[in-house]
């Protein structure tokens, strides 16, 4: 079945630490994007990638890194910077950007927590 | 600046019930419209998507509605089941985002058996 995996489920971060988080799609989409999503909050987009070896930062980028070597992955690091980083992080992904006909399709999400 | 609302934030239903969600955004030069669905703990998914030129887009008991000039779409949900609860999100995408989604913050339904 085609779709999005991200991994872990969860996950930890201690004071000082990079994480990252895995996003894996299989859809063959060329759009692929990552928000963040805080309780009683919408979605907010981090950053988001066209094509391969491009991205562009979102809303709220700062604290973050993202690259794009293959199409089908996009990962995630939060870094050090990111002072408040506990949050439901979703990975999603579209054909391309720009399609006012094509939705947009998520994986199950990680829960990252500071320990 | 271009906003997405949803009230209420919770609403909570008797089994059978047909309901309405409501959306509205808040400029109507938009790409599409979106409702996505989201149990406890996991991603979105998506229910309907309605184009800029369209009305509605249906798809089983779930019914989406598309009315720019007022800024408001609106989800119905025929014969409510204990099964449909969950979070319902609305997403806009404006013109001139390059693809990025305006999220409303989600109306939490409980159907009640």
């Known amino acids: 079945d085609g779709g999005i995996t991200q991994s872990p489920k969860y996950l930890f971060r201690k004071e000082g630490q990079n994480v990252t988080l895995s996003c894996e799609q299989n859809l063959n989409h060329d759009a692929m994007y990552w928000y963040r999503q805080d309780p009683g909050q919408g979605l907010r987009l981090i950053y988001y990638?066209?094509?391969?070896?491009?991205?562009q930062k979102g809303d709220i980028a700062e604290g973050y890194s993202v690259s794009r070597e293959k199409k089908e992955s996009f990962p995630l690091t939060v870094t050090s910077a990111q002072k408040n980083p506990t949050a439901f992080y979703l990975c999603?992904?579209?054909?391309?950007?720009?399609?006012?006909?094509?939705?947009?399709?998520f994986g199950d999400g990680t829960r990252l927590s500071i320990l | 600046k271009q906003e997405v609302t949803q009230i209420p934030a919770a609403l909570s239903v008797p089994e059978g019930e047909n309901l309405v969600l409501n959306c509205s955004f808040t400029?109507?030069?938009?790409?599409?419209l979106q409702w996505f669905r989201q149990d406890p703990g996991k991603g979105l998914t998506s229910l309907l998507l309605i184009q800029s030129s369209q009305r509605e887009q249906t798809s089983g008991r779930l019914n989406a509605s598309l009315d720019k000039s007022s800024g408001r779409s609106t989800l119905y949900i025929a014969a409510s089941q204990p099964g449909d609860s969950a979070t319902y999100l609305c997403?806009?995408?404006?013109?001139?985002?390059?693809?990025?989604?305006?999220f409303g913050k989600g109306i939490t339904l409980s159907v009640r058996p």
């Open positions: 400029d109507s030069a938009i790409y599409n």
């Open positions: 999603a992904s579209s054909i391309s950007l720009g399609q006012s006909n094509q939705p947009q399709h």
């Open positions: 997403a806009v995408l404006y013109t001139g985002a390059n693809s990025k989604l305006t």
């Open positions: 990638s066209q094509i391969v070896n491009d991205f």
